[in-house]
């Protein structure tokens, strides 16, 4: 019973001899102290509740602190590890929660890291997409920031269509649209260049100028920051 309970907690509610009419004042006055005693006796760390994600439902399969290691003829690439991993179609599409990507140089050297909320890897485009609060950073301090941006395993190129922010120190470029190798040493920023770098100045075009058709190289501005 729950006065049972609340004696083994050693709270047993007392009662009262003052004299109080019959009805509901009387059930509150004498089950209230039972009800605090039960929840003084089960007051026990609960287990953290993890919200439950739509994509489990129809994952073929699902797997917690995944791990993947990308190679190309080889040649470690880059090791992806998510949170959570969501396997479809036939296990070549993961869907990943809390991305954490490691890219390598070709003797093996870790030369930058990318984090992001969500991402996508499709094993038959050896591709993969991140996506939301995208970070990359290299070993020597470059710091890009991007709603999206796309890794190809194959190129080991990192490329965008959104709007970024690189700095690195007081260094700062901005535009829409780039591509780079993952550490950011070449970037070639696709339009609306801006920003100054020691050795690097790119401005977008004056206003009311026509800017000049996609395909042409003057589109572009490539950028190759220079060592400190």
């Known amino acids: 019973s729950a006065r049972l309970n609340a004696r083994r907690c050693g709270l047993v509610p007392g009662i009262t001899s003052r004299k109080v009419r019959r009805g509901s004042a009387l059930i509150v006055w004498r089950v209230a102290p039972i009800v605090l ?3 003084a006796c089960t007051t026990k760390k609960q287990p953290p509740v993890v919200a439950h994600s739509p994509l489990a439902d129809s994952a073929d399969q699902v797997m917690y602190g995944a791990r993947l290691v990308l190679t190309d003829q080889g040649l470690a690439r880059a090791r992806l590890e998510s949170d959570t991993a969501y396997f479809f179609d036939d296990n070549t599409r993961v869907e990943l929660e809390k991305v954490h990507t490691t890219f390598f140089t070709v003797t093996g050297a870790e030369n930058a890291v990318l984090t992001s909320e969500r991402g996508t890897y499709n ?5 993969m997409i991140a996506r ?8 020597d301090g470059r710091r890009l920031t991007t709603p999206e941006l796309r890794y190809s395993q194959q190129a080991n190129q990192i490329s965008s269509d959104s709007a970024f922010v690189l700095t690195e120190g007081n260094r700062r470029l901005a535009g829409v649209g780039f591509t780079s190798d993952p550490d950011m040493k070449n970037i070639r920023i696709l339009k609306g260049a801006s920003g100054v770098a020691p050795g690097v100045t790119t401005e977008p075009n ?6 000049p058709p996609a395909s042409s190289a ?3 501005a490539t950028s190759r920051l220079p060592k400190r």
């Open 132 to 139: 939301k609060n995208v970070v990359v950073v290299s070993v």
């Open 123 to 127: 094993s038959r485009t050896s591709a």
């Open 218 to 220: 003057s589109s572009t």
């Open 37 to 39: 005693a039960i929840a």
């Open 206 to 211: 004056p206003a009311g100028s026509t800017p």
